[in-house]
Every structure is written in structure tokens, then in C-alpha cells.
């Protein structure tokens, strides 16, 4: 983890205009420079920095941070909770610490085969922690996806929307995951997804994260649609054919809002590492290209961890065949046989 937090600010130096990061230099999941110094102390046992940074985040209602670094601080506690456990008994009623050991609670259920009952166990203790946070939304996200995960029904769920949406509007988190239970709810209701996605993105601020609800939308329609894996192409599935106007405008609103950032910049990295999935998928390869090569260094495990256990590797493949291919299109060599914007299911 050290090495990879070192290469972190070696690869920040070289990187503030990105162009061509070699694959050496790719890091996978790496904290910005706000997470990192309190994943470092944890490992070493000590919670102070985490506690600090979380509190830091409530204090200032940095909803989208704080969900994010909540999800990240959880997922390092499956492997070593001891500086969880310190901080818990130090400070048993902590939010902060409530919040992650609540999201570590979910997390260590969701892969078992009784994943359902044991959700349905632990909805009432975490939506408990929730009722005691005040205006913060991201205990509300724990349990929302809690909820999903024990296949609430929707009247439960939508109580917990509901006290979600009362504290943070557009909150990016809650609203991923009420669309993650809608799309497990309804299989195949792309249009409903998108219609859900579409008006919250719409009703959102100008830098709003949830503005890129809708591309997490085309996600879930072009991967629950289309049976490709790998380097595969597919020929247009049904429903694809029948929202690709939507699924089109879903991209490039994303391109706009990454537009709006830095490039190699940490925070936009998994909105760009999805946004050049999706473009992939749709067939869109320039646009993908320039979005890989926006994300500099950053590579995420979502959203190419689907279908293999090996993300990097996916990222590092689609980015050497998007490269031979702007190669291939270079002058002087022959010209590709295909349009641009091919059948989807490429990646």
C-alpha cells in the first residue's frame, strides 16, 4: 500500500496534462492526497487521521466526499479492522465511526449465499445509526443499499428514500443506489432507469455529481442487455437499439461534466474511467480515447473489475487496442472498414 501511495505523488508530478502514461504508471484505486495519509496511519493501527478526515467532511457537509472516503476506509477494514475496533471502543458513540463500521457491516454480508437474510437482520440497526445523524445523507446511503441487498419491498424502500432525499437533494451516492434497486427490482426497465436518472440529473446544480446518473444508467442498460465480455463485439441488442438516442446524450453529458475538471485529476477519476467503458461499449472509440487519456495515471476498479478479476489488466488491454486502432487511422495506413460509432459490446 506504501509503494502504491509513493508512486501516487510521483505519478501526480508527471501527469498534469496526461499524454501518453505508461502502463507502469497506471495505479489502481488510489487515494487522493486526503485519504491517503489516514489509510496509511490505519494500517499501522491508528485511527486519528480517519476520525479527523471523516469529521472533517460532516463539519462541512462534503456529503459526496465523505461517502466516498466512508466506502474506501470500509472496504480496507475487511482486511484489517483493528484500528476500527480501537476507535469503536475508544468512542463508541463516534458517528464517524458508527458510519464505517455500518458500511464494513454490509459489506462482509453482501457476498454470502445468505446475503438476503442476513441484510434483513441488519436493516434495523443500521437504519437506527441513520436516525441518530442528523442532516447527513451517507448513513441513509448504508442503509439504502442494506435495504436492496435484503430485497426490501418498495414501500420499506421508499421510506428510506425518503429520509434520504429530505437531508441531501442530490446526493450522488443515494441516488445510485435507489437506481440499483430499481434496476434489480425491475429487470429490464431501461427506460424507467434512465427516466429516474434523467430528471435527477436534470434538477441538479450545474457541478452536481449526480449529473452523471444518467451515464451510470447507460452502465446498467448496456450490461444487462448485452452478452459481451473481454474484446467481444455484439451485434445491437433490442433494447439498446430502442434508447441508443439516450444512451448517446447520457455520454455526452458525462464528457461535459468531465470536461469541467482537470485532467489526471483523482476525484473525476471513476466518472471518467465509466465514462470511457460506456463509450467503448457503444462504440464510440475516439471519444473513449480522449477520456482515457484524461484519466492519467487513475484507473478504477469499477467499472472494469465486470466480468474479470483482474480491472487493471482490462483497463491497460482497452487502452492498447483504442491506441492501435488511432494508429491504424493515422496517415499512412489503410483505413478501417468501419465507422466510428460501431455496434456496442466492444469492451
Not at 449465499?113 to 437504519?127: C, D, G, K, M, S
Amino acid at each position: 500500500m506504501l509503494r502504491a501511495f509513493l508512486r501516487t505523488a510521483a505519478a501526480r508530478a508527471r501527469s498534469r496534462t496526461p499524454r501518453s502514461v505508461p502502463d507502469d504508471d497506471v495505479l489502481l484505486d488510489a487515494p487522493d492526497d486526503r485519504l491517503a495519509p489516514a489509510l496509511v496511519a490505519a494500517a499501522r493501527g491508528d485511527h486519528a487521521p480517519a476520525a479527523g478526515l471523516l469529521s472533517t467532511t460532516r463539519e462541512r457537509a462534503e456529503w459526496e466526499h465523505r461517502d466516498r472516503y466512508a466506502t474506501r476506509l470500509a472496504a480496507f477494514a475487511r482486511s484489517r479492522a483493528e484500528w476500527l475496533d480501537t476507535w469503536r471502543a475508544t468512542a463508541p458513540d463516534d458517528p464517524d465511526a458508527l458510519l464505517i463500521a455500518a458500511r464494513l457491516a454490509v459489506h462482509r454480508r453482501w457476498d454470502s449465499p445468505a446475503r438476503a437474510e442476513l441484510l434483513r437482520q441488519l436493516v434495523p440497526a443500521v437504519v437506527g445509526a441513520a436516525e441518530t445523524s442528523g442532516p447527513d445523507p451517507v448513513p441513509w446511503r448504508t442503509a439504502l443499499d442494506a435495504a436492496r441487498g435484503a430485497r426490501a419491498g418498495h414501500a420499506e424502500f421508499e421510506q428510506l428514500w425518503a429520509q434520504a432525499v429530505r437531508r441531501s437533494a442530490h446526493h450522488y451516492g443515494c441516488h445510485v443506489a435507489a437506481l440499483q434497486y430499481l434496476a434489480a427490482s425491475s429487470p429490464g426497465a431501461h427506460g424507467e432507469c434512465l427516466d429516474f436518472a434523467e430528471t435527477a440529473a436534470q434538477d441538479a446544480p450545474e457541478d452536481a455529481l449526480v449529473r452523471a446518473l444518467p451515464l451510470r444508467a447507460a452502465f446498467t442498460c448496456l450490461t444487462s442487455t448485452a452478452a459481451s465480455s473481454g474484446t467481444s463485439t455484439t451485434a445491437p441488442t433490442a433494447a439498446v437499439r430502442t434508447h441508443r438516442r439516450r444512451l448517446d446524450a447520457a455520454a455526452d453529458r458525462a464528457i461535459a461534466l468531465s470536461a469541467a475538471h482537470p485532467a489526471a485529476d483523482p476525484w473525476t477519476a471513476e466518472l471518467r474511467n465509466l465514462l470511457a467503458y460506456v463509450l467503448l461499449r457503444l462504440g464510440r472509440r475516439q471519444d473513449a480515447a480522449e477520456q482515457l487519456r484524461l484519466t492519467g495515471p487513475y484507473v478504477t476498479s469499477f467499472p472494469w473489475e465486470r466480468d474479470t478479476d483482474d480491472p487493471l489488466g482490462h483497463f491497460l488491454q482497452a487502452r492498447a487496442d483504442v491506441r492501435a486502432e488511432a494508429r491504424a487511422r493515422a496517415p499512412g495506413h489503410p483505413p478501417r472498414g468501419r465507422a466510428e460509432r460501431s455496434a456496442p459490446g466492444d469492451h
